[in-house]
């Protein structure tokens, strides 16, 4: 049906009604007083959401333009860096550094495992020359629906002294908590079509005071991600080019709504959530992908068993207006994925997971017992509501 789509993918995620309208403004101009105000008010929001005050800066692309402005502003050509890869986000920082000539030593999982952060302080110990300039790493890896631990991981890297932290938290940042200050993180990257509710063209990267001495010396080409620009406009309530103007109408507004919702309650709604799923599956008869524990509450895979994703996916998309995504790379067709974050309520996980059931039923036939998955969400529902 026409305008009924919703959108269950790990990005681009839903956007609520207020954020479009907004969206639909005349553009104002970027050196205007009323311009200077919003990205004042925009400033101190995003400080609040990242739990830090270092700068956050914002980039006109999609994550991978932080993902890149991350590498090109601290490191110098053949660095030593340590990178964690245990999905598709993961090799991407490996192909991106090593685009960039940089000394690439990885730490591998396979798919669907967490990251080892022993692993992490093995390497990082060893290095008593102080030779591994970053360590980078992917938070929540949107492939495999694995959460990494974060702060194990950053722990070690800030015994080390030397090597900075480099964190991919485009499905993490507004979904699940990430203290950049308490943990000590020192270059975060997301953007705002996973958990900021917005569509997609924005890209954020928080900087910590290391990161800008990294900055300094840094040597590898750039001009339209060269930070400092951004950081020198930004403290005059500026940016250095044109900045997508409409989009930082819905920025603001995302924000304003974020912050009246509260930090705890969005992480608490997105916690709820997963595991609403994740049970609705279990009693479904079908099986997680990622491990036990280490469950991203951003997206959840789901392995296919005996059944075509790609059917399920078309009944879902064709029949009840619910776009979900598919594996990547080795995993297309194996995995299916679920993205319940930002603007997904109970209410949406009650509906996928009632719609999921009805589209099993046709394609697994007399092996679906119906209700089964939607009384197993409800209760997980309602027992989290209680406390
Ligand atoms: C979506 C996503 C990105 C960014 O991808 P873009 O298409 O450049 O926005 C990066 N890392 C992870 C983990 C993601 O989920």
Redesign the pocket.
């Known amino acids: 049906m026409q305008d009924k789509l919703t959108l269950m993918t790990?990005?681009p995620t839903p956007v609520p009604e207020a954020v479009l309208k907004v969206m639909g403004c005349h553009p104002i101009g970027h050196r205007s007083r009323e311009f200077e105000a919003i990205i004042q008010e925009i400033s101190g929001q995003l400080r609040w959401l990242h739990q830090t005050s270092n700068d956050v800066l914002i980039i006109t692309g999609?994550?991978?333009?932080a993902?890149e402005a991350a590498i090109v502003n601290t490191l110098k050509s053949k660095d030593r860096i340590l990178c964690g890869d245990n999905g598709k986000?993961g090799e991407?920082w490996v192909e991106l550094a090593r685009a960039y000539g940089l000394e690439v030593e990885v730490i591998r999982s396979p798919w669907g495992q967490p990251l080892d952060s022993e692993a992490f302080r093995v390497v990082l110990e060893a290095d008593t020359e102080k030779l591994i300039k970053a360590v980078i790493l992917?938070h929540?890896?949107?492939s495999t629906g694995v959460i990494n631990d974060l702060k194990s991981i950053s722990k070690h890297v800030n015994s080390h002294g030397v090597a900075l932290s480099i964190v991919?938290c485009?499905?993490s940042m507004g979904v699940v908590n990430v203290p950049i200050d308490v943990w000590g993180i020192d270059v975060v990257c997301s953007?705002s079509?996973?958990g900021y509710m917005m569509p997609?063209g924005l890209?954020f990267i928080a900087m910590s005071p290391r990161a800008w001495q990294y900055q300094e010396n840094s040597t590898l080409p750039k001009f339209y991600f060269n930070l400092s620009f951004y950081r020198k406009t930004s403290i005059k309530n500026s940016s250095p080019f044109t900045p997508a103007i409409n989009l930082y109408f819905a920025l603001k507004e995302a924000l304003t709504i974020m912050r009246q919702e509260g930090l705890e309650s969005i992480f608490k709604r997105h916690d709820e959530n997963s595991r609403a799923i994740q049970a609705a599956v279990k009693a479904m008869g079908l099986s997680l992908y990622a491990c036990d524990g280490y469950r991203s509450p951003s997206v959840t895979a789901i392995q296919t068993i005996d059944f075509e994703a790609e059917l399920l996916l078309s009944l879902m998309r064709n029949k009840l207006d619910i776009l979900l995504a598919n594996g990547q790379d080795h995993l297309k067709g194996r995995i299916f994925r679920i993205g319940h974050l930002g603007f997904v309520s109970n209410r949406d996980i009650l509906t996928i997971v009632a719609s999921m059931e009805s589209v099993l039923h046709t394609i697994r036939p007399g092996k679906v017992v119906l209700g089964r998955g939607l009384a197993a969400a409800i209760n997980e529902l309602s027992s989290r509501t209680k406390d």
């Open positions: 790990p990005g999609s994550g991978t333009a993902m986000f991407r992917t929540s890896e949107t991919d485009v499905t953007g079509q996973k997609p890209a």
